[in-house]
């Protein structure tokens, strides 16, 4: 159940709480991605002790490794990697997109050649919600096919009619208990199958509904324009997932255009390169004027490596490949997009959110190295 709380009186922003069968989630939200069943260098611990409330778990390479048979015997995917909280999972559809040399699209689904040995699998509307209702996820996607930025009219049209297809199929299969469901609307950057494809997936009535065909390697305007053409047609009083993003200046921009949920895996992975965020833009520990620098991370910041850590360490850590270092970069990643979503919560209840949006985009500056690894997120 969502209950919209509040709207900004100058955006679209919005406030609201969804409840699950494990825990309510106040939006706008990050949700951390854990992919294989572990978000990459952080423990459950440190999760929930930096306000972590819903993490991701993708189908796709959870019934790979370490099988559902593993994770039912289990009791479900809660158990099995000890989270309390909330879970989302992933219907695997995006690797009908990332992994496009090792796949064939066929009408009920997708044949694949698994990424690890070769052998032949089978993913459709019917098996990704039969792994997500064995996973026991709190919000199950649809499975749908998300077409690259860069597809013909013809291509994206039947990318858009399979997605419609396959999730009225995918709105007929089992749940697990008090499961969720999200419909995800493809359209690429068309405006018209954007709006064709939002109206079907209403009327079968999901229990929210994602942006999808986004961070799949478009230009950040395209990006912007994708979300602003498939807003206007999702219910007010449901969630709205931008899948795949993105950077912290991003999240505010598309908070302001009324999303309410985020995931991502640039905070660990830039992370692994010795990038850390923050308010003013992403920076290099790694890079030499980090040698002999004894401050955070951030100033500002009380995240664990923030309060026990000086850049010095952290640059030397990283230089010689001492694991700690990524983790603490990790940890700070995560906590420093945690702390941006409950400050822009903070910011609508008390409706100041126009200052804080101009203040954070005025001083956000993006590098190089972060933009890249974002088009790389696009191969995930």
Not at 196 to 221: H, T
Not at 224 to 229: G, T
Request: charged share 20%.
């Amino acid at each position: 159940m969502f209950e919209l709380l509040k709207t900004d009186l100058t955006s679209k922003a919005r406030l609201g709480r969804l409840t699950t069968p494990h825990g309510v989630v106040d939006t706008p939200v990050f949700m951390s991605v854990g992919t294989q069943g572990s978000v990459k260098a952080i423990d459950p611990r440190e999760l929930r002790e930096m306000g972590t409330q819903i993490i991701l778990g993708n189908t796709y390479h959870l019934n790979i490794r370490p099988g559902m048979d593993i994770i039912r015997a289990a009791g479900g995917l809660h158990q099995f990697i000890n989270w309390p909280a909330p879970i989302l999972t992933d219907s695997g559809g995006f690797q009908v997109f990332s992994l496009a040399t090792i796949r064939k699209i066929q009408a009920h689904g997708v044949e694949f050649r698994s990424h690890l040995d070769g052998s032949l699998l089978f993913l459709g509307p019917k098996e990704a919600m039969a792994i997500q209702a064995g996973l026991g996820s709190d919000i199950a996607m649809v499975f749908d096919d998300c077409p690259p930025h860069t597809s013909t009219p013809r291509e994206l049209r039947a990318a858009v009619e399979r997605t419609m297809r396959w999730a009225a199929e995918c709105r007929e299969q089992p749940r697990a208990p008090g499961q969720m469901v999200f419909g995800i609307v493809q359209g690429g950057s068309t405006a018209a199958m954007r709006e064709e494809c939002a109206k079907v997936l209403v009327a079968l009535k999901f229990d929210g509904y994602a942006i999808g065909g986004v961070s799949v390697g478009e230009p950040e305007p395209e990006m912007m324009r994708a979300v602003e053409m498939t807003e206007p047609w999702l219910p007010a009083n449901q969630p709205r997932y931008a899948m795949g993003l993105g950077t912290p200046a991003q999240m505010v921009e598309l908070v302001a255009r009324g999303v309410d949920m985020f995931d991502c895996v640039l905070p660990t992975r830039v992370a692994r390169n010795g990038t850390a965020f923050t308010r003013k833009g992403s920076i290099s520990i790694k890079a030499g004027a980090c040698k002999a620098d004894f401050r955070p991370i951030e100033e500002d910041c009380d995240c664990f490596a923030c309060r026990h850590f000086t850049r010095a360490y952290l640059r030397h850590l990283l230089n010689v490949g001492e694991i700690l270092g990524l983790r603490m970069l990790s940890v700070h990643n995560t906590s420093m997009y945690l702390r941006t979503m409950a400050e822009m919560r903070a910011a609508i209840a008390a409706g100041t959110f126009a200052e804080f949006r101009r203040e954070f985009v005025a001083n956000y500056v993006p590098t190089k190295k972060v933009l890249l690894a974002r088009a790389a997120d696009a191969e995930r």
